[in-house]
């Protein structure tokens, strides 16, 4: 089993930044790729970034350029710097891992964090 801990979400005003965290944990040998989705109220959970174990990363279209993700080995630890927020980014932002060829599709994630809310308001 993987363990998955997101941190780093709150409140921010629009074109503000925030950097969310997730700390991997457990049978992390089975992960090769990992990234973050995100789930407003009413909408279905849109992939956000993902990033591979070789550092290959990919972007939805309404963050790239914003948003930037990246990894810690060491730390075991995905980062997602978040800038120049919308209200349109406000969400739960959810970490996932799994392998590199299913990372991309919601249905196919083989773990998930709890979450952390996201807020843009001013």
């Known amino acids: 089993q993987v363990q998955l801990v997101e941190s780093g979400g709150g409140l921010v005003q629009p074109g503000g930044s925030l950097r969310l965290s997730c700390a991997t944990s457990?049978?992390?040998?089975?992960?090769?790729?990992m990234g973050w989705y995100r789930q407003a109220p009413g909408k279905q959970r849109e992939l956000v970034a993902t990033?591979?174990?070789?550092?290959?990363?990919t972007y939805g279209n309404s963050v790239e350029d914003r948003f930037t993700i990246s990894r810690d080995n060491a730390k075991n630890t995905v980062y997602l710097q978040m800038n120049s927020l919308k209200p349109e980014d406000a969400a739960v932002y959810y970490c996932?891992?799994?392998?590199?060829?299913?990372?991309?599709?919601?249905?196919?994630?083989?773990?998930w964090g709890k979450g952390t809310l996201v807020t843009v308001s001013s």
């Open positions: 996932a891992a799994g392998s590199w060829f299913d990372i991309t599709s919601a249905t196919q994630v083989a773990y």
């Open positions: 457990g049978s992390i040998f089975s992960i090769t790729a």
């Open positions: 990033i591979t174990d070789g550092g290959s990363t």
